[in-house]
């Protein structure tokens, strides 16, 4: 380096030591905020000096070093990205600095767009996503079905706590064909991958039981495939399975069990019971139609098993370029 690179450099490396130094101190209250402050301002610094190319920023991870591991050669380069995807104005405005550093790492890596970017920041702030979960997201192609799909189920009315929680479609890619030749299967299936499960329906499901046995003060007894709760919305939800196409005369098993852990499970401590009626294709004329005519908080979705998927996405793209 000549004299004034060398001049330059030397007040690049204070500026980012005191940059470090300050942050540290902060991180005791905001921790990763912070530190995901710490390195968009770093990789600001090392974008204006890229014309000096990769010597610069090996010798700042050699000068360096006493701050540890964090500020490697590889981890300099990734601040220097991250920069580079965001202005100032728009990072400030996002929520990357509340999520996990390897976890934005991994969505700018495997993100194909700026705006695929910042759809699975907010998501993963938004509903708690796990840097696994993250990467589970991205094998289900889940920005891809946002843009093709409403997030919600069918539903009767626009209903908050429905539009919420439901989906038009769930992805199984854990589940194949001969998982889902009858209802039983499917059912055992779901259950044997109860944790995948639960991540796909969404944050604040809990599987109360299967084959839920439901009592009448006249001892009638029933079964329902799937009692779940939801902790954030507070209320039951009552799951039934078809492997077909969703038909009229669905409903009304599922509205009365609705109505009937209603009666005799619900206490004033929980709202209203929600019924999904969880279908392998439905017509939405049909659907909406049959859900016109109930007062219950009734939702119909879709699944796909991982055979289905992508022909399933291409179909809807090509669609939607259609449109």
């Known amino acids: 380096m000549n004299d004034v690179i060398s001049n330059e450099y030397i007040n690049d490396l204070k500026h980012i030591k005191e940059t470090i130094r300050q942050n540290q101190n902060k991180a005791m209250v905001v ?4 530190m995901i402050m710490t390195y968009y301002e770093i990789g600001t610094i090392i974008n204006r000096r890229k014309i000096w190319g990769n ?56 993100s194909k767009s700026h705006e695929e970017i910042l759809w699975y ?9 796990s840097r696994s979960q993250v990467l589970h997201k991205f094998k289900e192609q ?9 997030d919600t189920s069918i539903s009767i009315k626009n209903d908050s706590s429905i539009n919420e929680i439901i989906k038009d479609t769930y992805v199984f890619d854990f589940l194949n064909i001969t998982n889902t030749t009858s209802e039983k299967n499917l059912k055992e299936a779901l259950l044997d991958n109860v944790i995948e499960f639960l991540h796909e329906l969404g944050p604040g499901f809990a599987l109360m039981d299967k ?3 439901l009592v009448t003060p006249s001892g009638k007894t029933f079964f329902i495939d799937l009692l779940m709760y939801h ?3 507070h209320c039951y939800i009552v799951i039934e399975l078809k492997i077909g196409e969703f038909s009229p005369s669905d409903l009304g098993q599922l509205g009365f069990y609705v109505k009937a852990i209603d009666k005799l499970e619900k206490t004033d401590k929980d709202e209203e019971t929600i019924g999904i009626l969880l279908c392998k294709s439905a017509d ?8 016109e005519s109930s007062a219950m908080k009734i939702g119909i979705s879709k699944y796909k ?7 399933y996405l291409e179909e809807k793209l090509n669609k939607k370029r259609r449109d």
């Open 305 to 311: 098993v991982l055979e289905s998927l992508p022909e």
């Open 231 to 233: 902790t954030k919305i």
């Open 284 to 291: 939405k004329i049909v659907a909406e139609t049959t859900l």
């Open 31 to 34: 921790v990763n905020s912070a």
């Open 142 to 150: 889940a920005y891809e079905r946002n843009l093709i799909e409403q």
């Open 121 to 129: 920041i907010n998501q993963a702030h938004k509903k708690g996503w």
């Open 55 to 110: 010597k610069y920023v090996q010798k700042l991870s050699e000068d360096l070093k006493e701050y540890g591991k964090g500020y490697s050669y590889d981890q300099l380069k990734r601040m220097a990205r991250f920069a580079k995807e965001f202005s100032v104005d728009e990072i400030r405005a996002q929520a990357a600095p509340q999520i996990p550093w390897f976890t934005i790492i991994e969505i700018m890596h495997k």
């Open 211 to 213: 084959e839920y046995k």
